[in-house]
């Protein structure tokens, strides 16, 4: 027996393996895209998104007296199931790719349709019983089905990786509070500042990143609105003139996702503003969680000639010629995955400047890069979280020491003996190694209760009256 079933397309004839549901422009995407190794079938989010698209489509045909009973219910079977996540090894399609997202669009026509035949009791590849494009793809093109598909599939990873950022809030505000009593000196521009809690550090890492949530969640609600209807460019051509309002009602009912049918199809055909602005959101997380690593790497610095007000969890040997040293690995590769973020960024905005007059073609490498961004995102902050922040210790006399003989402290005494003065203590002290204590002291500027008393670290965290 064969191994492969003949298909043919505009171009002619190909081998397609002969229990496979995809088909023949599924097989030439195959051997013509050989790029990033990265697939449609690992997207289950996307790959769903597309059942989404189909069903809609085909309930809505069905109701418009488009499509057949029999046809109707088989390829929304066939959704069903891949919405359950059979099949999806079907989807082999390369994430980046030329024809503007031709290919995916046909990937999921051609298992949906041989799925149905199938269903049906005949073979694969028997198209004049359910066809890919006559029935599968009816009143739809590939620009408004495939942005639809990834609008729907970004809204709802954008969901998860929400869910993962607020876990590692949680994780910061636990390690907040485990650290409240901890008092350490703060810093600006790498020099002695202030004092503060490492409560207040880590709390402060938390609340920075607690503002990206509504970033996010804000951006990803542009992706509810849809072309579905506008079939090639906007105009509708082909399709029913009450197919664009009834498929984008029924997509909301099946896919769970308030979508809206956007106003002028025509400018939503190739705007891809939604990308930019919602990769532009991740891209400021990015950069604030690579600066919270920056700072926990500089924290643990040492342990001999460095901070060392912190201890990171141990978590492999750091050297093969050092013995004994370990490195911060777990901040290290967070620190990668957002520089990685903020390159995908930057493509994502090429890929949107690329469009030309009534379609974006780029939108694969788009969809390839946030996808990417959100995926990495989400592994970089479990792995931050369980592998480093839960596990962090403070090394809290080494923190209380770097209080006690900083020259810092001198700002608290600003409001008693005035900036003239206070400017006078410190340059003494840095010259002559002598503590801003006993300098103010000896040079009898403030009694020693009341010295004690300003210098209390607990009364250089929080604003207050002069005592």
Request: aromatic share 6%.
């Amino acid at each position: 027996m064969n191994d492969y079933r003949i298909e043919s397309d505009l171009i002619g004839e190909l081998k397609v393996p002969v229990n496979a549901y995809y088909g023949v422009q599924t097989q030439r995407a195959i051997d013509n895209f050989k790029i990033s190794n990265d697939h449609l079938s690992d997207h289950p989010e996307f790959i769903k998104a597309f059942a989404f698209v189909k069903k809609a489509a085909a309930q809505t045909n069905f109701e418009l007296g488009l499509l057949d009973e029999i046809i109707n219910k088989n390829i929304t079977t066939a959704c069903d199931e891949i919405i359950a996540g059979k099949m999806h090894e079907e989807f082999p399609t390369d994430m980046i790719q030329g024809g503007a997202g031709t290919s995916m669009n046909m990937n999921a026509n051609e298992v949906i349709a041989n799925r149905a035949l199938e269903l049906m009791g005949h073979q694969k590849g028997e198209y004049q019983f359910c066809s890919p494009n006559d029935h599968v793809n009816l009143s739809q093109s590939t620009n408004d089905a495939y942005p639809t598909a990834i609008r729907i599939a970004l809204y709802n990873l954008n969901k998860t990786l929400v869910e993962r950022l607020e876990l590692l809030i949680q994780s910061f505000r636990k390690k907040a509070d485990d650290l409240k009593d901890v008092i350490k000196m703060g810093r600006t521009q790498l020099q002695d500042a202030v004092p503060m809690t490492m409560g207040q550090e880590f709390n402060a890492f938390a609340n920075t990143l607690q503002e990206e949530i509504a970033r996010l969640n804000t951006n990803a609600d542009l992706f509810l609105e849809t072309n579905m209807g506008a079939t090639a460019i906007g105009t509708g051509l082909n399709a029913h003139p009450d197919y664009a309002l009834k498929c984008t009602e029924n997509l909301a009912k099946i896919s769970g996702a308030d979508v809206v049918l956007a106003s002028d199809l025509v400018e939503a055909t190739p705007d891809t503003g939604a990308y930019v602005i919602y990769s532009s959101a991740m891209k400021r997380m990015a950069v604030k969680l690579s600066k919270i690593c920056n700072d926990l790497r500089l924290l643990a610095s040492g342990p001999r000639a460095g901070f060392y007000e912190i201890n990171l969890p141990k978590m492999q040997p750091g050297s093969s010629i050092m013995p004994g040293k370990v490195n911060p690995v777990i901040p290290e590769v967070v620190n990668q995955v957002c520089f990685k973020v903020i390159g995908n960024d930057l493509t994502v905005t090429f890929a949107a400047e690329a469009g030309q007059l009534q379609l974006n073609v780029m939108e694969p490498v788009l969809t390839q890069s946030i996808m990417e961004s959100i995926r990495f995102l989400k592994n970089a902050m479990d792995t931050l979280r369980e592998k480093c922040i839960d596990g962090i210790t403070a090394n809290k006399e080494v923190c209380l020491n770097m209080v006690k003989n900083s020259i810092g402290i001198v700002t608290a005494l600003n409001p008693y003996i005035g900036y003239k003065n206070s400017t006078k203590i410190a340059k003494e002290a840095l010259d002559t190694g002598k503590s801003v204590y006993d300098l103010v002291l000896e040079h009898e500027l403030l009694s020693k209760e009341k010295l004690d008393e300003i210098l209390a670290p607990e009364n250089m965290l929080n604003p207050h009256a002069k005592f």
